[in-house]
């Protein structure tokens, strides 16, 4: 059960620092990288997928992609507590909040809202008191190069309340190798530069 969770909803994307590109942000007031640093950040497996240039199993890079997140965090910021999507996903599962998490993942695709009471069981679960999520807004191949667009939000496990944003308005690219498009390529770059950028902006780097 919690496998179809995880592929059909992971990912914590990102799309910034690229010459050209249109970049939003929204930062809650008095929220920095302070509050991520005393209280800790959680990685959610949640892929809500818009590839309407069409690229099919999307699902399958977005993993990996949350772990490059993760260990970007962990490298600019050695003394914040960072937990990668595979992690949450095998607490989810020990700790029986399978159900949980796919009504809150529902939720959120339905309305773009998380569910307060079932981000405040799993943040005592995880250990956080911050979670990011993320979308891939676009994937997929142009001519020589494979092409990623994604966004980030960051959530109060407390409230539920939105506290960080940041989109991209353009793409990552990433030259195809032989016939085999590196789609993971696109999207591990597009969440580097990502997290580089939100780093930036919460540290103020």
């Known amino acids: 059960m919690l496998s179809k969770i995880v592929v059909g909803l992971t990912c914590l994307l990102f799309c910034l620092g690229f010459a050209g590109c249109a970049t939003k942000f929204f930062i809650a007031p008095g929220f920095t990288g302070e509050n991520l640093t005393k209280e800790g950040i959680a990685i959610l497996p949640v892929l809500v997928g818009e590839t309407g240039k069409g690229v099919p199993g999307v699902e399958g890079y977005c993993r990996a992609a949350g772990e490059k997140m993760a260990s970007t965090l962990r490298g ?93 308005e353009d793409e990552a690219s990433s030259w195809l190798i032989s016939s085999s498009a590196p789609y993971d390529k696109a999207v591990e770059g597009a969440a580097q530069y990502a997290m580089d950028n939100v780093i930036a902006v919460l540290w103020k780097k």
Request: positive net charge.
């Open 76 to 168: 600019k910021q050695p003394t914040l507590k960072v937990i990668g999507p595979t992690e949450v996903s095998s607490i989810i599962s020990k700790d029986n909040l399978v159900s949980d998490y796919s009504k809150l993942a529902e939720d959120y695709a339905r309305v773009g809202m998380l569910n307060s009471a079932i981000v405040k069981k799993m943040s005592e679960s995880v250990g956080v008191k911050y979670f990011l999520i993320g979308r891939i807004t676009s994937l997929y191949a142009v001519g020589s190069k494979a092409k990623a667009a994604v966004s980030i939000q960051i959530y109060s496990a407390d409230s539920a309340e939105l506290l960080f944003e940041i989109v991209k």
